[in-house]
């Protein structure tokens, strides 16, 4: 771990915080009063040892994530991306030397879907399959509206080379392109139902992100499981009875509406960054980042236009200080094409 750090902090000329430091001795002031306090925590017990471990790995994983989310650099993301990795792995050994003593550990940092995801996946080995690109940074091609500019997308696309899927990135692809498909099914619906404008201008920003996923299902020569389906139908039946249940919701009231799209785009968050989790390709990471930041955009625009209906929505599945880490940011914006109708309000279209 220390090595791949080092690599980047000499890369952009960072004078390293941990150089000639003892152990034990850290230049922030917080991470120092951390360590004391895991080793004193640590010190109890040979078991309350092995939770400081958990608890060490959890909080990595929950942070290196987000030093991902903040960032578009292809190489920063490579080596953090290998350190979740390894995170991962000691995870899973630690909480498996809990169980050996006969203690179930219970996730204190990640939320309990994305904790036992980990455990229950096998250890996680290789090397990232994906070749870096001549330019090192991660395109961020969404603009304000959730509209992935598809053209810039697909030239980082082409400039990957596609290596080979593992049997759950292909079920993620899948599984995606139909996810997406889903939003842009159920807000037109809804439009069609309240003839609310913000169903339709995401609805239009919902295209754009289908066929980012067709892109990369066309790459790796995958079929394609939306094409030539019409609007609320899908192959996949857990999918199917989502759609049908999204849209009875839905059509009871234009909050209750508003509140479904809501829903969506959490779950959308959720997906994706599982997703994103299951893969090193670079390719794939990419257009699931731009995915994910147009669906942080929409689920800002539904709440504050739940907001202006005098609603205040409560995350259904995102915790809370994920969403209000959301909610409490500013619209993300990139090079995206221009929507059609851009401002997202909540106007009712009088034609």
């Known amino acids: 771990m220390l090595t791949r750090l080092g690599y980047s902090s000499e890369k952009y000329n960072i004078t390293d915080p941990t150089q000639n430091e003892g152990v034990g001795e850290f230049q922030d002031p917080?991470?120092?009063?951390?360590?004391?306090?895991?080793?004193?925590?640590?010190?109890?017990?040979?078991?309350?040892?092995?939770?400081?471990?958990?608890?060490?790995?959890?909080?990595?994983?929950?942070?290196?994530?987000?030093?991902?989310?903040?960032?578009?650099?292809?190489?920063?993301?490579?080596?953090?991306?290998?350190?979740?990795?390894?995170?991962?792995?000691?995870?899973?050994?630690?909480?498996?030397?809990?169980?050996?003593?006969?203690?179930?550990?219970?996730?204190?940092?990640?939320?309990?879907?994305?904790?036992?995801?980990?455990?229950?996946?096998?250890?996680?080995?290789?090397?990232?399959?994906?070749?870096?690109?001549?330019?090192?940074?991660?395109p961020v091609v969404t603009d304000e509206n959730g509209v992935v500019n598809t053209s810039e997308l697909q030239k980082f696309v082409n400039s990957t080379?596609?290596?080979?899927?593992?049997?759950?990135?292909?079920?993620?692809?899948?599984?995606?392109?139909?996810?997406?498909?889903?939003?842009?099914?159920?807000?037109?619906?809804?439009?069609?139902?309240?003839?609310l404008q913000i169903f339709n201008n995401i609805a239009q920003a919902e295209t754009t992100h289908v066929n980012a996923v067709r892109m990369l299902l066309e790459k790796y020569n995958i079929t394609d499981p939306t094409q030539n389906e019409p609007i609320g139908v899908f192959t996949n039946p857990d999918?199917?009875?989502?759609?049908?249940?999204?849209?009875?919701?839905?059509?009871?009231?234009?909050?209750?509406?508003l509140k479904v799209g809501a829903l969506i785009e959490e779950t959308d968050i959720i997906d994706l960054q599982e997703a994103i989790d299951n893969t090193n390709k670079l390719d794939i990471i990419a257009t699931y980042e731009n995915l994910m930041k147009g669906s942080r955009n929409h689920l800002r625009a539904f709440v504050k236009t739940l907001a202006n209906y005098g609603v205040t929505y409560e995350p259904q599945l995102l915790s809370k200080e994920e969403y209000e880490a959301i909610i409490g940011s500013a619209m993300e914006t990139g090079s995206g094409a221009p929507a059609s109708g851009a401002d997202q309000g909540g106007k009712k279209n009088k034609g």
Do not use: C
């Open 30 to 138: 917080h991470i120092q009063e951390l360590y004391n306090q895991l080793i004193e925590e640590g010190m109890k017990s040979e078991i309350d040892a092995l939770k400081v471990g958990a608890l060490i790995e959890e909080t990595d994983i929950v942070d290196i994530q987000k030093y991902i989310d903040q960032t578009d650099k292809v190489d920063i993301i490579t080596v953090y991306e290998n350190l979740i990795e390894g995170s991962k792995n000691h995870l899973r050994a630690f909480v498996g030397q809990l169980e050996k003593m006969g203690v179930n550990y219970t996730p204190q940092v990640l939320t309990p879907e994305v904790f036992y995801s980990i455990l229950n996946s096998p250890m996680e080995t290789g090397q990232v399959g994906a070749r870096p690109p001549a330019n090192d940074t991660m």
């Open 161 to 195: 080379s596609s290596g080979q899927l593992t049997q759950t990135e292909l079920e993620d692809l899948l599984y995606t392109v139909e996810e997406e498909k889903l939003a842009h099914d159920v807000y037109i619906t809804l439009y069609n139902k309240w003839h």
């Open 239 to 257: 999918i199917q009875a989502l759609y049908n249940q999204l849209v009875e919701m839905g059509s009871k009231s234009v909050v209750d509406a």
